[in-house]
C-alpha cells in the first residue's frame, strides 16, 4: 500500500521560532519521488521541493530545509525563523515510479503569529 | 515555472445543471493532466487523469458519467461536472507537468446551491 501520514493536524509558533513538520510515507517500490506543496488561504499550491528515493542528502533553501530518511521513511520539513507569511497548510505528497499521480497527506496547517 | 490556468476560479450553480471547468497549461504542452479534488480542510484526491486524444483515465470510486473529462489539446483539458448536486460542492484542482514535478492550476471552488 502507497500512503503519507502527516500526522500534525496543526501547528501554532510566534514568529522567529523554528518549526518542523512530519512527513511518513509508506511505498514498496524502489523508485518513488517525495514533494512538498504549500497552500495559502489563497489555495493555490506552491511547488516547494522535489527529491527522489535515490537522493537523500538534506536540502537547504534560504529557511527552508529537509531530511530525507530512507531508513525512517521519512521526508521532514524544517522552517528556520519562522514569518507570518509562512502560515498555510503544507501537503507532503508521494509519486511511485514517476507516474506523476500524487498521494498526498493529509497536510498540516501551519500558523505564526506576530 | 510553468504555469497553469483554470477557468472559472469560483462558480455557484444550482443543484441539477451542469458546470464545466478548463484547465490550460499556458507556457508548455501536457500530453497528461490531472483533476485533484478537495473538501474544505481535506487533503486532495486524484479523480482522473486527462489524457490528450483518448479516454481519461479514473480513479477508484469516481463516477465517470458525472465526472465528464476531455483533453482535446496539448493545452486544454476540461472537467465537466454534470447533474451537479449540493454533494458536489468543493475545490477542483488541475495540474500538468513539463518534465519532473507538477505544476498546479490556481483550483475552482464550486458551490451547488
Known amino acids: 500500500a502507497q500512503k503519507v501520514t502527516q500526522a500534525q493536524t496543526e501547528i501554532s509558533v510566534v514568529e522567529k521560532e523554528d518549526v518542523t513538520l512530519d512527513c511518513v510515507y509508506e511505498?514498496?517500490?524502489?523508485?518513488?519521488?517525495l514533494f512538498w506543496y504549500k497552500q495559502p488561504p489563497s489555495g493555490e499550491l506552491v511547488f516547494l521541493i522535489r527529491?527522489?528515493?535515490?537522493?537523500?542528502q538534506n536540502e537547504i533553501s534560504g529557511r527552508y530545509s529537509w531530511n530525507f530518511q530512507k531508513s525512517t521513511s521519512s521526508f521532514n520539513f524544517t522552517i528556520t525563523a519562522s514569518q507570518v507569511v509562512d502560515s498555510a497548510v503544507y501537503f507532503c505528497a508521494l509519486d511511485t515510479s514517476g507516474t506523476y499521480k500524487y498521494i498526498f497527506g493529509t497536510g498540516t496547517r501551519l500558523k505564526v503569529l506576530a | 515555472g510553468a504555469v497553469v490556468s483554470q477557468h472559472p476560479s469560483w462558480v455557484i450553480c444550482k443543484s441539477g445543471t451542469s458546470v464545466k471547468i478548463e484547465c490550460r497549461s499556458l507556457?508548455?504542452?501536457?500530453?497528461?493532466m490531472f483533476w485533484y479534488r478537495q473538501f474544505p480542510k481535506q487533503s486532495l484526491m486524484l479523480m482522473a487523469t486527462s489524457n490528450e486524444g483518448s479516454k481519461a483515465t479514473y480513479e477508484q470510486g469516481v463516477e465517470k458519467d458525472k465526472f465528464l473529462i476531455n483533453h482535446a489539446s496539448l493545452t486544454l483539458s476540461t472537467l465537466t461536472v454534470t447533474s451537479a448536486h449540493p454533494e458536489d460542492s468543493s475545490f477542483y484542482i488541475c495540474?500538468?507537468?513539463?518534465?519532473?514535478?507538477?505544476?498546479f492550476g490556481p483550483g475552482t471552488r464550486l458551490t451547488v446551491t
Open positions: 495540474s500538468a507537468s513539463p518534465s519532473g514535478e507538477q505544476y
Open positions: 507556457d508548455f504542452q501536457a500530453t497528461t
Open positions: 511505498t514498496r517500490d524502489t523508485t518513488y519521488y
Open positions: 527529491r527522489n528515493s535515490f537522493d537523500e
